[in-house]
């Protein structure tokens, strides 16, 4: 079951994440935010995951996709406040 406070926690951090790495022309602080979240979706509820992820075992672990990803991520999350 995922919980409406597991949406808004993870909601909150990926969404100040993301707004910081679009807007970052640092490489070394993206890379920063891309292992933050990859840290932080190791811990995360195991079907809010599957559900933002389509089951894809790489979503948001992806460099080359991390941007696509995070942003899918926000709006799959903030469809489901």
Request: net charge negative; charged share 30%; glycine share 2%.
């Amino acid at each position: 079951m995922i919980t409406r406070d597991s949406i808004e926690t993870a909601y909150s951090f990926l969404h100040q994440k993301r707004n910081v790495y679009v807007h970052s022309s640092l490489s070394w602080q993206k890379d920063d935010i891309e292992y933050a979240i990859a840290s932080y979706v190791d811990d995360m509820s195991q079907e809010l995951y599957d559900f933002i992820s389509d089951n894809r075992s790489d979503f948001l672990r992806d460099h080359g996709r991390f941007e696509e990803d995070i942003t899918k991520a926000v709006e799959r999350l903030e469809n489901m406040l």
